[in-house]
């Protein structure tokens, strides 16, 4: 089956699937949601969603979209953000009026973006803008987008390397069934990390109590991030990466700790990390 993302071709997205699978069979959707659904249904055999850029941090609805469904992380893939301005053929800078994108992707750009008066118009996708000035064959417009999106596109690249920080990249998961079998995944780090959601009482400690447990058994904490709980006003679910897998002693002894302290406690997957840098 194929694997499930969001966005057009050339987007961000299918380069992290290319990078987990290689050139494999996928389908590109409209949405983050409709990933998670056809994954649900078993039309496709997994999906990649992003979680986490170094400049805008969390993709919090993604983090909302794993709660609500029963899918496991099977892997992570870090994808580098490059990012160019692409327009029509024969345009030039001095002809651009309008640039669309990604509000993530603006935003990753804006100094570049504010040398000049332009207007900046918000798309669901970075390749999708691109796609939609290719098909309107809209001038006195560019996308931000991919060097690969672009060229997808038939865009001439007018200024590339825009961002703003040169390392700039994004950690995509890798979600499927539970019951799906092996995936055949590219060799990754040989680390592994576990995903988990815990909620705890709104009590002065409860959260200590959940923190104590992780510290006792000497297991690293690579992310702590609270979330709405969407049950009760005013109430949050913690999302918490740990370096370490299910199997290790140490996590097996922790994660049963951890059922006595929280009043949820739930494993969204233990999965070959990506290598750091």
């Not at 897998?245 to 009043?263: F, G, I, K, Y």
Request: with cysteine; hydrophobic share 45%.
């Amino acid at each position: 089956m194929p694997i499930a993302y969001a966005g057009e071709p050339g987007a961000f997205a299918e380069d992290a699937v290319l990078a987990a699978f290689g050139d494999v069979e996928r389908v590109s959707l409209g949405g983050f949601r409709e990933v998670f659904e056809v994954v649900t249904a078993s039309d496709a055999g997994a999906g990649v969603v992003p979680i986490e850029n170094v400049i805008n941090g969390t993709v919090r609805e993604n983090y909302d979209l794993l709660l609500e469904h029963e899918l496991v992380i099977r892997a992570e893939v870090v994808v580098p953000v490059a990012l160019c301005l692409a327009a029509l053929p024969g345009q030039r800078l001095d002809d651009i009026e309008r640039v669309y994108s990604h509000i993530q992707a603006l935003g990753q750009a804006e100094a570049f973006l504010r040398r000049r008066q332009w207007q900046l118009l918000t798309t669901y996708n970075t390749a999708g803008a691109g796609k939609a000035i290719a098909d309107r064959g809209e001038r006195g417009a560019a996308a931000v987008l991919s060097p690969r999106a672009a060229g997808l596109f038939g865009l001439e690249i007018l200024a590339d390397g825009i961002g703003d920080l040169p390392g700039n990249r994004t950690r995509f998961l890798v979600l499927a069934r539970p019951e799906t079998g092996s995936l055949a995944l590219r060799p990754t780090g040989t680390r592994h990390r576990t995903t988990l959601v815990v909620a705890v009482r709104n009590e002065p400690g409860t959260l200590l109590a959940v923190l104590r447990v992780i510290a006792a058994h000497r297991l690293n904490m690579h992310k702590l991030e609270s979330r709405p709980s969407r049950e009760r006003a005013w109430e949050y679910v913690f999302w918490i990466d740990l370096d370490g897998d299910t199997a290790d002693p140490a996590m097996v002894t922790a994660l049963q700790e951890l059922a006595e302290v929280t009043t949820m406690r739930r494993v969204l997957g233990s999965y070959p990390a990506a290598p750091e840098g």
